[in-house]
């Protein structure tokens, strides 16, 4: 969920800066579907895989031994 918002945040402030580039310079900038689909693809798919890997871990550890290890 986390990495998600964070994607929705980075495609308005890449939204925000190609709007701002377009209206100060000449330069042609725009942001395509496709860009904003991957960019929103990737970040989920980072954070789940960083998200889910360590908590299926931590899962299968038994709850008084990892205390005991600290």
Do not use: H, N, T
């Not at 693809?41 to 709850?63: E, I, T």
Request: aromatic share 6%; hydrophobic share 55%; charged share 10%.
């Amino acid at each position: 969920m986390l990495a998600s918002i964070g994607g929705l945040c980075g495609v308005a402030a890449g939204w925000g800066l190609a709007g701002l580039v377009s209206l100060a310079s000449p330069l042609p900038a725009r942001v395509s579907l496709w860009s904003v689909m991957l960019a929103l693809s990737l970040g989920a798919g980072v954070g789940v895989l960083f998200g889910v890997y360590p908590a299926s871990r931590a899962a299968q550890l038994d709850p008084i031994d990892a205390l005991r290890a600290e």
